[in-house]
């Protein structure tokens, strides 16, 4: 192998590979693979060495390989929502809100979030009270609810008073209850 064969393919190490080698690995990779450069390009999001924009680039590349991990699961994946989710809200948090960009709107994650939800919170604290009696299958939902809930209390303090700040804000009274 020459030496310039050697220097256009990436390092085996992932967490070496520019933004745009990650992006093309994304494209072609599947399961692991791309839980893997969700992990990366996460990492690389929380590299406050970075400078905010190129941030933001990892944040979203970390988005792109957790979505894709839905392209192969049957049905809706709690924990790649909640992933989503997360990430998100620490964007929106720690480089701030761009409502010209979905995923950096905190109306857009408040919108993306009730979405997902599928109780309404009298309805979960209702569930909830007898939730050690209740079937596995409604106490597993209760604990999705639970998970795609907890970036609430950071999210609320973004958006304008309205129905779905207070919706959200009913959730982050339910949360504790939630088993």
Known sequence: MSSDACREEPARDPSSWTLDQLQTFIHAA???????????AQGQAYDSSHPQEA???WAKLSLLANRRMLDNAEGRSTRVEQQDF???MWVIGRLGPDDTDPDWSPEALASDTLDTLTFTPSQAVGLAKGWRDLPIDQIRELRRHKNLTAHLESLVGYLAPGPARERLVAWTATRPFLP
């Open 86 to 88: 997360m990430l998100r």
């Open 30 to 40: 599947h399961s692991q693979q791309l839980e893997t450069a969700r992990v990366v």
């Open 55 to 57: 941030r933001r680039q």
